[in-house]
């Protein structure tokens, strides 16, 4: 299944990922491999991860504290949030 990155979730992987690699060299590039992991099993079976608003799911990370909000659609994954699990959990509902 084809999978699509909003362009706010894209930017908050991008930022999180380099705010990681200032903290320690390829601490950046094992955050991206997570995300992408997640990415990987949401295709696999998007409807195995849990509800957490109306037709939004979440898929957590591992080692790290994000999870990847996503809808499932007819013919598509969109990717809404990769958010940090501290940050007040309706930020992105707008998307």
């Known amino acids: 299944m ?3 990155l909003h362009p706010e ?3 908050e992987m991008i930022e999180a990922a380099a ?3 200032n903290q320690q060299m ?8 997570s995300v992408r ?3 990987n ?3 696999i079976n998007p409807r195995l991860y849990p509800v957490v608003d109306l ?4 898929c957590l990370t591992k080692v790290f504290p994000f999870g990847v909000l996503f809808r499932v659609l007819p013919d598509q994954i969109v990717i809404v949030a990769v958010m940090h699990l501290a940050r ?6 707008d998307r």
């Open 55 to 58: 037709d939004v799911r979440r």
């Open 26 to 33: 390829d601490l950046g590039k094992r955050f991206l491999a």
């Open 9 to 11: 979730a894209e930017s």
């Open 2 to 4: 084809k999978v699509q």
């Open 37 to 39: 992991d997640a990415i």
């Open 41 to 43: 099993s949401i295709t």
């Open 19 to 21: 705010y990681y690699e």
């Open 88 to 93: 007040h959990p309706d930020y992105w509902k």
